[in-house]
Protein backbone atom coordinates (compact mmCIF):
# COMPACT_ATOMS: atom_id res chain seq x y z
CA UNK A 1 0.00 0.00 0.00
CA UNK A 2 1.50 3.75 -0.67
CA UNK A 3 0.31 6.73 0.97
CA UNK A 4 -2.13 9.02 -2.10
CA UNK A 5 -0.71 12.29 -3.09
CA UNK A 6 -2.70 15.23 -4.23
CA UNK A 7 -0.02 17.08 -5.76
CA UNK A 8 0.27 14.24 -8.76
CA UNK A 9 1.20 16.04 -12.26
CA UNK A 10 1.35 14.79 -15.42
CA UNK A 11 5.32 13.25 -16.20
CA UNK A 12 6.70 16.23 -19.13
CA UNK A 13 9.31 15.01 -22.07
CA UNK A 14 10.99 17.82 -23.88
CA UNK A 15 12.41 16.58 -27.42
CA UNK A 16 14.79 18.21 -29.45
CA UNK A 17 15.17 17.11 -33.32
CA UNK A 18 17.85 17.54 -35.82
CA UNK A 19 17.37 16.59 -39.10
CA UNK A 20 19.06 16.33 -42.87
CA UNK A 21 17.47 14.96 -45.88
CA UNK A 22 19.31 14.84 -49.50
CA UNK A 23 19.32 12.98 -52.40
CA UNK A 24 22.04 12.24 -55.04
CA UNK A 25 21.73 11.95 -59.15
CA UNK A 26 18.57 12.17 -59.86
CA UNK A 27 17.01 10.74 -56.71
CA UNK A 28 18.68 7.55 -57.23
CA UNK A 29 20.90 7.86 -53.87
CA UNK A 30 18.93 9.35 -50.79
CA UNK A 31 20.17 9.81 -47.28
CA UNK A 32 18.15 10.73 -44.10
CA UNK A 33 19.59 11.47 -40.78
CA UNK A 34 17.85 12.38 -37.74
CA UNK A 35 19.30 13.07 -34.16
CA UNK A 36 17.15 13.18 -31.62
CA UNK A 37 17.50 14.44 -27.55
CA UNK A 38 14.37 13.66 -25.24
CA UNK A 39 14.70 15.04 -21.75
CA UNK A 40 11.69 13.98 -19.38
CA UNK A 41 10.95 15.00 -16.12
CA UNK A 42 8.32 14.19 -13.10
CA UNK A 43 8.51 10.80 -13.74
CA UNK A 44 6.61 8.78 -11.10
CA UNK A 45 8.23 6.76 -8.91
CA UNK A 46 7.70 5.47 -5.35
CA UNK A 47 9.70 6.62 -2.67
CA UNK A 48 10.31 5.60 0.76
CA UNK A 49 8.52 7.81 3.34
CA UNK A 50 8.80 7.95 6.98
CA UNK A 51 6.29 5.35 8.07
CA UNK A 52 2.89 7.43 8.20
CA UNK A 53 -0.06 5.97 9.90
CA UNK A 54 1.41 2.31 8.36
CA UNK A 55 2.69 3.25 4.90
CA UNK A 56 6.24 3.12 3.89
CA UNK A 57 6.04 4.32 0.53
CA UNK A 58 4.48 7.40 -1.81
CA UNK A 59 3.99 7.60 -5.40
CA UNK A 60 5.64 11.31 -6.24
CA UNK A 61 7.02 13.01 -9.27
CA UNK A 62 10.71 13.17 -9.03
CA UNK A 63 12.42 10.58 -11.55
CA UNK A 64 13.98 11.83 -14.77
CA UNK A 65 15.66 10.33 -17.49
CA UNK A 66 17.19 11.47 -21.26
CA UNK A 67 17.32 9.81 -24.41
CA UNK A 68 19.33 10.84 -27.21
CA UNK A 69 20.45 8.61 -30.01
CA UNK A 70 20.54 8.64 -34.08
CA UNK A 71 18.76 7.71 -37.66
CA UNK A 72 20.43 7.14 -41.01
CA UNK A 73 18.44 6.09 -43.61
CA UNK A 74 19.97 5.49 -47.30
CA UNK A 75 18.31 4.32 -50.63
CA UNK A 76 19.97 3.05 -53.37
CA UNK A 77 18.56 2.89 -57.13
CA UNK A 78 22.19 0.69 -57.53
CA UNK A 79 21.09 -0.57 -61.17
CA UNK A 80 18.70 0.64 -63.65
CA UNK A 81 18.26 -0.91 -66.90
CA UNK A 82 15.60 -2.35 -69.11
CA UNK A 83 15.85 -6.05 -67.93
CA UNK A 84 17.18 -5.63 -64.52
CA UNK A 85 17.16 -3.36 -61.55
CA UNK A 86 18.43 -3.53 -57.98
CA UNK A 87 16.98 -1.25 -55.22
CA UNK A 88 18.44 -1.13 -51.70
CA UNK A 89 17.51 0.54 -48.50
CA UNK A 90 19.99 0.12 -45.50
CA UNK A 91 18.63 2.15 -42.16
CA UNK A 92 20.60 2.07 -38.45
CA UNK A 93 19.81 3.41 -34.97
CA UNK A 94 21.67 4.46 -31.90
CA UNK A 95 19.80 5.28 -28.65
CA UNK A 96 21.29 5.96 -25.25
CA UNK A 97 19.01 6.01 -22.00
CA UNK A 98 19.84 7.59 -18.32
CA UNK A 99 18.39 7.69 -15.78
CA UNK A 100 19.33 11.14 -13.96
CA UNK A 101 17.36 11.69 -11.16
CA UNK A 102 15.34 9.33 -8.97
CA UNK A 103 13.70 10.31 -5.41
CA UNK A 104 15.23 13.08 -2.59
CA UNK A 105 18.53 11.57 -1.84
CA UNK A 106 18.10 8.33 -3.80
CA UNK A 107 20.62 7.36 -6.28
CA UNK A 108 18.60 3.67 -7.18
CA UNK A 109 15.96 2.15 -6.34
CA UNK A 110 15.46 -2.22 -6.69
CA UNK A 111 13.54 -3.19 -9.65
CA UNK A 112 11.91 -6.59 -10.00
CA UNK A 113 11.61 -8.80 -13.03
CA UNK A 114 8.83 -11.02 -11.22
CA UNK A 115 10.65 -13.97 -12.21
CA UNK A 116 11.76 -16.94 -9.35
CA UNK A 117 10.02 -17.17 -6.23
CA UNK A 118 8.73 -15.47 -3.41
CA UNK A 119 11.16 -13.34 -1.25
CA UNK A 120 14.07 -14.04 -4.54
CA UNK A 121 16.38 -10.72 -4.63
CA UNK A 122 15.78 -7.99 -7.32
CA UNK A 123 17.24 -8.28 -10.13
CA UNK A 124 17.31 -5.16 -12.11
CA UNK A 125 17.84 -1.53 -10.80
CA UNK A 126 17.47 1.54 -11.34
CA UNK A 127 20.50 3.99 -11.00
CA UNK A 128 21.60 7.03 -11.57
CA UNK A 129 24.26 7.45 -14.26
CA UNK A 130 22.72 3.65 -15.53
CA UNK A 131 20.10 2.70 -18.27
CA UNK A 132 16.86 2.22 -17.61
CA UNK A 133 16.33 -1.47 -17.40
CA UNK A 134 20.07 -2.43 -15.63
CA UNK A 135 20.31 -5.99 -14.68
CA UNK A 136 21.80 -6.45 -11.39
CA UNK A 137 23.56 -9.04 -10.01
CA UNK A 138 27.04 -11.24 -8.59
CA UNK A 139 29.71 -11.64 -10.47
CA UNK A 140 30.18 -15.83 -11.76
CA UNK A 141 33.65 -17.03 -10.85
CA UNK A 142 33.62 -20.51 -11.48
CA UNK A 143 33.05 -22.86 -8.60
CA UNK A 144 34.74 -24.30 -5.02
CA UNK A 145 37.99 -26.74 -5.79
CA UNK A 146 39.05 -29.85 -3.36
CA UNK A 147 41.62 -27.42 -3.05
CA UNK A 148 40.14 -24.96 -1.49
CA UNK A 149 39.08 -26.98 1.84
CA UNK A 150 41.03 -28.67 4.27
CA UNK A 151 39.34 -32.35 4.61
CA UNK A 152 39.22 -33.93 8.10
CA UNK A 153 39.61 -37.77 7.20
CA UNK A 154 37.71 -38.68 10.82
CA UNK A 155 34.75 -37.05 10.06
CA UNK A 156 34.76 -36.90 6.24
CA UNK A 157 33.72 -32.94 6.34
CA UNK A 158 35.43 -29.95 4.46
CA UNK A 159 36.00 -26.79 5.74
CA UNK A 160 37.12 -23.91 3.91
CA UNK A 161 40.49 -22.54 3.91
CA UNK A 162 41.53 -19.31 5.14
CA UNK A 163 41.92 -16.92 2.22
CA UNK A 164 39.15 -18.33 0.27
CA UNK A 165 35.81 -15.96 -0.52
CA UNK A 166 33.22 -17.47 1.77
CA UNK A 167 30.01 -17.11 -0.15
CA UNK A 168 27.84 -19.13 2.66
CA UNK A 169 25.08 -16.56 2.60
CA UNK A 170 24.53 -16.46 -0.50
CA UNK A 171 24.59 -20.58 -1.25
CA UNK A 172 25.15 -22.52 2.38
CA UNK A 173 27.89 -23.86 3.93
CA UNK A 174 30.75 -23.82 0.61
CA UNK A 175 31.63 -27.48 -0.42
CA UNK A 176 33.31 -28.97 -3.32
CA UNK A 177 31.59 -27.72 -6.43
CA UNK A 178 29.53 -25.70 -5.12
CA UNK A 179 29.24 -22.12 -7.17
CA UNK A 180 31.40 -19.30 -6.20
CA UNK A 181 30.77 -15.49 -6.78
CA UNK A 182 33.39 -12.68 -7.14
CA UNK A 183 33.88 -10.60 -3.49
CA UNK A 184 33.90 -6.84 -4.79
CA UNK A 185 34.63 -5.45 -1.75
CA UNK A 186 37.59 -7.45 -0.72
CA UNK A 187 36.12 -8.45 2.80
CA UNK A 188 36.34 -12.01 2.30
CA UNK A 189 32.33 -12.69 2.08
CA UNK A 190 30.15 -12.76 -0.63
CA UNK A 191 26.62 -10.46 0.43
CA UNK A 192 24.18 -9.44 -1.82
CA UNK A 193 24.64 -5.66 -0.44
CA UNK A 194 28.21 -5.20 -1.27
CA UNK A 195 28.67 -7.58 -4.17
CA UNK A 196 26.42 -6.74 -6.36
CA UNK A 197 26.31 -4.50 -9.02
CA UNK A 198 25.03 -3.74 -12.73
CA UNK A 199 26.09 -7.14 -15.32
CA UNK A 200 23.66 -6.08 -18.23
CA UNK A 201 22.59 -3.67 -20.16
CA UNK A 202 18.89 -4.39 -22.39
CA UNK A 203 19.72 -1.44 -24.90
CA UNK A 204 21.44 -2.84 -28.01
CA UNK A 205 24.69 -0.43 -29.07
CA UNK A 206 23.18 0.03 -32.44
CA UNK A 207 20.09 -1.65 -34.43
CA UNK A 208 18.98 -2.03 -37.93
CA UNK A 209 18.46 -3.93 -41.51
CA UNK A 210 18.74 -3.80 -45.19
CA UNK A 211 16.53 -4.46 -47.48
CA UNK A 212 16.79 -5.71 -50.95
CA UNK A 213 14.88 -5.54 -54.29
CA UNK A 214 15.41 -7.39 -57.86
CA UNK A 215 13.67 -7.25 -60.49
CA UNK A 216 15.27 -9.36 -63.84
CA UNK A 217 12.27 -9.19 -66.81
CA UNK A 218 9.22 -10.87 -65.17
CA UNK A 219 11.06 -12.18 -62.08
CA UNK A 220 11.27 -10.59 -58.76
CA UNK A 221 12.61 -10.94 -55.47
CA UNK A 222 13.16 -9.35 -52.24
CA UNK A 223 15.62 -10.03 -48.81
CA UNK A 224 15.11 -8.43 -45.83
CA UNK A 225 17.85 -8.80 -43.27
CA UNK A 226 17.64 -7.04 -39.75
CA UNK A 227 20.31 -6.97 -37.06
CA UNK A 228 20.69 -6.04 -33.72
CA UNK A 229 24.60 -5.28 -31.39
CA UNK A 230 25.46 -5.11 -28.14
CA UNK A 231 21.96 -6.17 -25.98
CA UNK A 232 22.78 -8.49 -23.38
CA UNK A 233 19.51 -11.03 -22.72
CA UNK A 234 18.90 -11.92 -18.75
CA UNK A 235 18.66 -15.75 -19.87
CA UNK A 236 16.29 -16.97 -16.52
CA UNK A 237 16.38 -20.26 -18.11
CA UNK A 238 19.54 -20.75 -17.17
CA UNK A 239 18.55 -19.87 -13.45
CA UNK A 240 15.50 -21.81 -13.42
CA UNK A 241 16.76 -25.57 -14.79
CA UNK A 242 20.36 -25.66 -13.76
CA UNK A 243 19.45 -25.59 -9.89
CA UNK A 244 18.07 -28.57 -7.56
CA UNK A 245 15.71 -26.53 -5.97
CA UNK A 246 13.16 -29.30 -5.93
CA UNK A 247 13.98 -32.71 -5.80
CA UNK A 248 14.34 -34.75 -9.08
CA UNK A 249 14.30 -31.82 -11.48
CA UNK A 250 14.91 -31.95 -14.83
CA UNK A 251 18.23 -29.81 -15.79
CA UNK A 252 19.33 -28.23 -19.35
CA UNK A 253 21.58 -30.40 -21.23
CA UNK A 254 24.80 -28.62 -20.55
CA UNK A 255 24.48 -29.75 -16.69
CA UNK A 256 25.54 -33.37 -18.15
CA UNK A 257 29.08 -31.73 -17.34
CA UNK A 258 28.22 -30.69 -13.52
CA UNK A 259 30.67 -31.75 -10.93
CA UNK A 260 29.16 -34.70 -9.20
CA UNK A 261 29.27 -36.16 -6.17
CA UNK A 262 28.38 -39.84 -6.99
CA UNK A 263 30.33 -41.60 -9.15
CA UNK A 264 28.87 -44.10 -11.59
CA UNK A 265 28.18 -47.27 -8.95
CA UNK A 266 26.11 -45.20 -7.31
CA UNK A 267 28.35 -44.36 -4.55
CA UNK A 268 28.82 -41.14 -2.75
CA UNK A 269 32.33 -39.88 -2.98
CA UNK A 270 33.95 -37.88 -0.27
CA UNK A 271 37.97 -38.72 -0.05
CA UNK A 272 39.56 -35.83 -1.92
CA UNK A 273 41.80 -37.46 -4.08
CA UNK A 274 38.78 -39.28 -5.36
CA UNK A 275 36.73 -36.50 -5.59
CA UNK A 276 38.82 -34.46 -7.68
CA UNK A 277 39.85 -37.13 -9.94
CA UNK A 278 35.69 -37.79 -10.71
CA UNK A 279 35.67 -34.11 -11.71
CA UNK A 280 38.51 -33.53 -13.30
CA UNK A 281 36.52 -32.62 -16.76
CA UNK A 282 33.84 -30.80 -14.53
CA UNK A 283 33.02 -27.80 -16.67
CA UNK A 284 29.86 -26.76 -14.30
CA UNK A 285 28.98 -26.33 -10.69
CA UNK A 286 26.41 -28.68 -9.00
CA UNK A 287 23.07 -27.58 -8.87
CA UNK A 288 22.30 -24.64 -6.23
CA UNK A 289 20.02 -25.26 -3.85
CA UNK A 290 17.91 -23.59 -1.02
CA UNK A 291 17.51 -19.61 -0.70
CA UNK A 292 20.38 -18.69 -3.48
CA UNK A 293 18.99 -21.12 -6.58
CA UNK A 294 17.34 -18.32 -7.60
CA UNK A 295 19.44 -15.03 -7.31
CA UNK A 296 20.59 -13.74 -10.62
CA UNK A 297 24.60 -14.04 -11.39
CA UNK A 298 26.59 -13.12 -14.69
CA UNK A 299 26.37 -16.19 -16.25
CA UNK A 300 22.79 -16.03 -16.88
CA UNK A 301 23.65 -12.67 -18.78
CA UNK A 302 24.43 -13.26 -22.65
CA UNK A 303 25.09 -11.54 -25.82
CA UNK A 304 21.85 -11.01 -27.49
CA UNK A 305 23.96 -9.82 -30.54
CA UNK A 306 21.68 -11.39 -34.13
CA UNK A 307 21.61 -11.28 -37.79
CA UNK A 308 18.32 -12.58 -38.91
CA UNK A 309 17.25 -13.12 -43.00
CA UNK A 310 13.63 -12.24 -42.03
CA UNK A 311 11.93 -12.29 -45.08
CA UNK A 312 12.89 -13.71 -48.43
CA UNK A 313 10.48 -13.69 -51.86
CA UNK A 314 10.45 -14.78 -55.02
CA UNK A 315 7.60 -13.89 -57.81
CA UNK A 316 7.19 -14.42 -61.32
CA UNK A 317 4.60 -12.57 -63.17
CA UNK A 318 3.34 -14.19 -66.52
CA UNK A 319 3.57 -12.52 -69.45
CA UNK A 320 0.37 -10.15 -70.15
CA UNK A 321 -0.33 -11.09 -74.15
CA UNK A 322 -0.67 -15.14 -72.98
CA UNK A 323 -3.40 -13.76 -69.64
CA UNK A 324 -5.27 -11.82 -72.27
CA UNK A 325 -6.62 -15.85 -73.61
CA UNK A 326 -7.87 -16.64 -70.49
CA UNK A 327 -9.20 -13.30 -69.46
CA UNK A 328 -7.06 -11.77 -67.16
CA UNK A 329 -4.87 -9.14 -67.26
CA UNK A 330 -2.59 -9.82 -64.24
CA UNK A 331 -0.77 -12.90 -62.77
CA UNK A 332 1.92 -13.03 -60.29
CA UNK A 333 2.69 -16.39 -58.41
CA UNK A 334 5.25 -16.04 -55.46
CA UNK A 335 6.87 -18.08 -52.65
CA UNK A 336 7.96 -16.77 -49.27
CA UNK A 337 9.70 -17.97 -46.75
CA UNK A 338 9.76 -15.70 -42.97
CA UNK A 339 12.37 -15.99 -40.43
CA UNK A 340 14.43 -18.19 -42.13
CA UNK A 341 17.68 -17.82 -40.06
CA UNK A 342 19.40 -16.70 -37.61
CA UNK A 343 22.91 -16.24 -36.78
CA UNK A 344 23.59 -15.40 -33.06
CA UNK A 345 26.04 -17.03 -30.29
CA UNK A 346 22.60 -16.69 -27.86
CA UNK A 347 22.25 -20.13 -26.29
CA UNK A 348 18.59 -19.68 -26.28
CA UNK A 349 15.67 -20.37 -28.98
CA UNK A 350 15.61 -16.92 -29.79
CA UNK A 351 17.50 -13.98 -28.85
CA UNK A 352 14.51 -12.02 -30.29
CA UNK A 353 13.02 -12.14 -27.02
CA UNK A 354 11.09 -10.09 -23.98
CA UNK A 355 8.85 -12.02 -22.29
CA UNK A 356 8.35 -9.00 -19.33
CA UNK A 357 6.22 -6.48 -21.89
CA UNK A 358 4.23 -5.56 -19.25
CA UNK A 359 7.30 -3.73 -17.41
CA UNK A 360 9.50 -1.56 -19.53
CA UNK A 361 11.79 -1.73 -16.00
CA UNK A 362 12.93 -5.27 -16.90
CA UNK A 363 13.58 -5.41 -20.93
CA UNK A 364 15.55 -8.40 -22.02
CA UNK A 365 14.40 -11.22 -20.22
CA UNK A 366 14.00 -14.38 -21.26
CA UNK A 367 11.86 -17.17 -19.77
CA UNK A 368 10.26 -20.41 -21.42
CA UNK A 369 9.70 -18.03 -24.08
CA UNK A 370 8.56 -19.62 -27.66
CA UNK A 371 10.97 -18.91 -30.36
CA UNK A 372 9.29 -17.07 -33.36
CA UNK A 373 8.54 -19.78 -35.88
CA UNK A 374 9.19 -20.49 -39.35
CA UNK A 375 7.17 -19.51 -42.14
CA UNK A 376 6.67 -20.51 -45.89
CA UNK A 377 4.41 -18.97 -47.81
CA UNK A 378 3.22 -19.62 -51.49
CA UNK A 379 0.15 -17.31 -53.22
CA UNK A 380 -0.63 -16.01 -55.82
CA UNK A 381 -2.19 -12.33 -57.36
CA UNK A 382 -4.70 -12.28 -60.01
CA UNK A 383 -6.67 -8.93 -61.78
CA UNK A 384 -9.17 -9.68 -63.73
Known amino acids: PALANNLLKWETTISK ?9 NDRFGLTVDYYENNTKDLLLN ?39 WNATFNYAHNEN ?13 VFSGLGVAGQDYDFVGKV ?35 VVDDRSIIGAPQPGMIKFKDLDGD ?10 VIGNATPKFTG ?46 MKDRW ?3 NDQGLVVTDPTALAALN ?9 TGNGAFHLHSWAIEDGSFLRINNVSLGYSFPANSLLKIGIKKLRVYVTGNNLAVFTKYTGFDPEVNVKKNNPLTPGVDYSAYPRSRLYMFGLNATF
Open 209 to 254: GLNQQFAYKNWDMSIFLNFVYGNKILNFNKIEFTNGYTANSNLLAI
Open 129 to 163: GEPVGAMYGLETDGFYKVDDFNYDAATRTYALKAG
Open 280 to 288: VNAKLWRPI
Open 47 to 85: VPIASTYGYTKQLQNVGSSTNTGYEIQLNAAIVRNKNFT
Open 260 to 262: RTV
Open 98 to 110: LITALGPNQISTP
Open 17 to 25: NLGLDVSFL
Open 188 to 197: GLITMDNDRR
